[in-house]
């Protein structure tokens, strides 16, 4: 059984950089897909970004965003330790959602929930303008 626990959410000012850390316990991801979602108020949750190990000598990993995060959000991973995060830049108001930690075992990442099978319980993040 696969364990995902969420942090580093919080309150912050447009425009300030956060960090999201995602924990994973249980078994070693490495062969796994680890993404990102959030959830917004009143809205479906919608996929961030995703990496996906592809193997080599040097750890290559391939990495998918959504639009709303490319180009102000990294997804990277921490192999050894099991961890991925999700830095976002220049936040704005419209990042404020809960954010959702998730794991594919067949190791594609896809836009769609419904391919992962593990889920942290989400870390609220608030971006004041």
């Known amino acids: 059984q696969v364990q995902l626990v969420e942090s580093g959410g919080g309150l912050v000012q447009a425009g300030d950089s956060l960090r999201l850390s995602c924990t994973a316990s249980?078994?070693?991801?490495?062969?796994?897909?680890m993404a990102w979602f959030r959830q917004a108020p009143g809205k479906e949750r919608e996929f961030g970004a995703c990496m996906k190990w592809v193997g080599g000598g040097n750890g290559g990993s391939s990495t998918y965003y959504a639009d709303s995060v490319k180009g102000r959000g990294t997804i990277s991973r921490d192999y050894a330790k099991n961890m991925v995060y999700l830095q976002m830049n220049n936040s704005k108001s419209e990042d404020t959602a809960v954010y959702y930690c998730?794991?594919?075992?067949?190791?594609?990442?896809?836009?769609?929930?419904?391919?992962?099978?593990?889920w942290g319980q989400g870390t609220q993040v608030t971006v004041s303008s």
């Open positions: 249980g078994r070693a991801l490495r062969n796994y897909a």
């Open positions: 998730a794991a594919d075992p067949t190791g594609l990442c896809s836009t769609q929930r419904v391919r992962y099978r593990y």
